[in-house]
């Protein structure tokens, strides 16, 4: 069996229902947000606490600190908020003031780095290293040993893309300081790179 | 990575499918499987933005820093907190339920200092030293709000922290 039989037929995908009616969902939010509307701001924070959550995390801040980065962006939101002229930059708003929230206190934490050049450098993940005995499902083993094979940008990009929806793609990735085409429309190297490195693992199913 | 080293493979150039859509997808449940967004963080962040004030300015976090037991076995933390006044905290437990909270503002100003919690507001000013108590508070999420003194007039300069459990 070759690769490319493993895969299923590419071609332009058609969004599912349920991805459009998040976007579709979010999207409302966000006008509400801007608004004023604060049951929208409610539902804003369950919504987008995961990504932003992500974006902090892929800087390799240590968990506790990036807890405080999701925090303080959410009352940033609130006190800039006025900042966001239109709904459809606020997504690009709130991952950039994350990302900047948590570089910052990356930086204190070093603080025998220079702050300016740090913002441009990407920051080794420090954590604690996840052991294998959490990931116990097969398919998950697979596809964490293949994302370890990733050059770190492209892990600090992916894990912050998959918890977004498709058309904000290149918005997300600009905003975490990636250059212009690195995800959407189009794959773009590391999506490219993962999917080549997954179809290359005998154990890995495309379902 | 940034384009300009070598040209981008056909791969890297299609446009995205279902397939790395559910690529994507997966990765999305892996990370939520080895490193989940916190317990409790959802609510702690709601809670924080749940503010009737709107022009509100972040009172940072600088250090949080947990204090041996004490005689009576009781656990404390002190929390730093900083923007144009910095704000620290102690917060003691006093029961099972409730815990005393000592501050202090630097520089010392008598400042309104608000405790918000699930119950309600508690207002206090600090004394020309900074400093405030409050004496018994039940445990649960909380913020810290600060107006500076003389511009109570002028809400837009409140200053608050984010929500932390007492």
Request: glycine residues 6%; charged residues 25%.
């Amino acid at each position: 069996m070759t690769r490319s039989d493993r895969a299923p037929a590419a071609g332009p995908a058609a969004p599912s229902p349920e991805r459009a009616e998040r976007r579709e969902r979010l999207s409302a939010i966000f006008h509400g947000v801007l608004a004023g509307d604060r049951r929208d701001l409610d539902r804003l924070v369950a919504e987008l606490t995961p990504l932003l959550w992500r974006v902090a995390r892929a800087t390799g801040l240590d968990a506790a600190s990036c807890e405080d980065v999701v925090q303080q962006t959410w009352l940033t939101l609130l006190g800039r908020g006025e900042q966001i002229r239109t709904a459809d930059a606020m997504l690009g708003w709130l991952v950039t003031v994350a990302r900047r929230e948590a570089l910052r206190v990356h930086s204190t934490q070093n603080r025998t780095r220079p702050v300016a050049d740090q913002a441009l450098d990407p920051v080794p993940d420090d954590g604690p290293p996840v052991d294998d005995v959490i990931v116990t499902d097969e398919r998950r083993r697979v596809l964490w040993r293949v994302v370890r094979q990733l050059p770190e940008r492209c892990v600090q990009l992916l894990q912050v893309i998959a918890f977004s929806d498709r058309p904000d793609y290149a918005t997300i990735a600009v905003a975490l300081g990636m250059p212009k085409g690195s995800i959407g429309p189009t794959r773009g190297r590391c999506l490219a790179k993962l999917r080549e490195l997954l179809s290359a693992q005998q154990d890995w199913s495309w379902r | 990575m940034n384009g300009s080293s070598e040209p981008l493979a056909p791969a890297a150039r299609a446009p995205i499918d279902e397939t790395d859509l559910a690529i994507l997808d997966q990765l999305a449940e892996l990370y939520s499987t080895v490193d989940p967004v916190p317990s409790g963080l959802v609510e702690r962040a709601r809670f924080a933005v749940a503010l009737d004030e709107i022009d509100v300015e972040l009172l940072r976090l600088a250090e949080e820093t947990t204090l041996a037991a004490g005689a009576r076995g009781e656990r404390g933390r002190i929390f730093t907190f900083t923007n144009a006044v910095t704000l620290t905290i102690r917060i003691v437990g006093l029961t099972e339920e409730t815990v005393r909270i000592d501050g202090w503002l630097a520089p010392p100003a008598p400042h309104l200092v608000t405790l918000r919690t699930g119950a309600g507001r508690i207002d206090r000013v600090a004394d020309e030293d900074g400093r405030f108590v409050f004496a018994e508070v039940p445990q649960g999420p909380a913020q810290f709000l600060v107006r500076p003194a003389g511009r109570t007039e002028a809400p837009e300069n409140v200053l608050v922290t984010k929500a932390v459990v007492l």
